[in-house]
């Protein structure tokens, strides 16, 4: 049993709460139990297809979540009757013992991709108290990505009746000289294993270790507060005091958080102290992954427009930069033209070419674009858009007709913490920590009632 000042260091100082994790029971199929992040192909229903065929009959965390290919083609009713089906789920794996409870545990996952590249990280909740997205936020955990208040509506009906949640979001830490997880990655000869499996569809495979051992615990925890030591902040990023600390960037799953916070913000008006205290809800499961992990790599999330006339688009691109005073221009063809502003590769059933922009307002590409397609689809309402991980797919979705693709560059993910700090949130799906099978899967879960 950990001592309490430790939980009560961990819950005070850093907004950890440890107290709980659920597992799948050992005679589950892991494999058909752990499935892709929600947010992931959405404009590909086969591949969910795919996986409702593979899982078949068996208990899975396809039962227990929304896949977000469904919500544009499903109707209300059909909405309504996936999210009752996934609270009775819920209810019965609960009610038939199918998970299995770690308490004050932490768990250190390894995830190894196809390429035989291993990521790590560190699963535990974090207090959705010391967590704002909202712009100019000075809050110990922020968004990396401008959150979307509209498209949290669908995400609260999901969460607001469900007694588990189950997480995609993997939060980011800045620990240059390693010194939270991977001293425990060290030590997983001596350690409980607590799963290993490959996951689906050629996803590559997945370890996780139970960490319940009091000195491994309190080295994270001492190893995270001299990263969230004030002075040493200012420091490492050499702001002043006007900056609060960011300890925590959302790398992954933004909206997912944002999701339960607003929640969380309706909950806690019903509570009395204690309760307020304690109530699962104020805390978000995660998986803890540090920024300079060999294993992260930050992919460009592309965009396809569907739905457009791509030639009304692009004339309408270069109208909107002439009149905020920038200098924009179209070219044909594969070559990428010289410039010292923005050139933006796009893709359509007629081949390829580049949006250009001189002196553009943003500082990266990212912003450019989606300033001005958020113009547009306001204001052509048959129009819609995906965010697409990798080229391959983003060009066969552009090149059919009445679609566009346009492909991004990537950002230096030892540049985000700072940007976060200076510059605040990063436009929406700027990034993304790895390609589409990289994401996270769905594995532990946690109690929210």
Known sequence: MLKAELIEKMKNNLGID????????????????????????????????????????????????????????????EKTARISRINDSMTTYLNNNLLCEYKHSMILVERTFKSGAKRHGLMLALDLERYDYNKGSQSLIRATEGTIVDRLPPRIRIRENAQLELPHIMVLID????????????????????????????????????????DLIENVANALLKLADKENFKSRYKVNDDYGVLLYAVGDGNHSLATAKACWEKIKKTLNENEFKVHPARYALVEIVNVHDSGLVFEPIHRVVFNANYRHLLDSFITYYKNRGCNAEITYGLEKPNT?????????????????????????????????????IKSNNQVSIDYVHGEEITEKLGKRPGNIGFFLSNMDKNELFKTVILDGALPRKTFSMGEASEKRFYLEARRIK
């Open 340 to 376: 010292s502003g923005h050139a933006i590769k796009f893709v359509t059933e007629e081949g390829f070419g580049y949006i250009i922009v001189e002196c553009p307002l943003y500082n990266l590409d990212v912003g450019t674009l989606q300033n001005f397609l958020d113009a547009y």
């Open 18 to 77: 440890i107290s709980s994790i659920l597992l799948p029971v050992k005679e589950i199929d892991m494999q058909r139990w752990s499935v892709v992040a929600c947010d992931q192909y959405t404009s590909e229903p086969e591949y969910w297809k795919d996986v409702e065929n593979f899982v078949g009959d068996s208990p899975s965390t396809l039962r227990l979540i929304f896949p977000e290919a469904y919500l544009e083609i499903e109707t209300e009713e």
């Open 175 to 214: 620990d240059a000289e390693k010194t939270v997880i991977e001293p425990l990655v060290k030590k997983t000869g001596t350690l409980n294993q607590l799963y290993s499996f490959d996951l689906m569809k050629q996803s590559g495979s997945i370890k996780g270790w139970l960490i319940d051992q009091e």
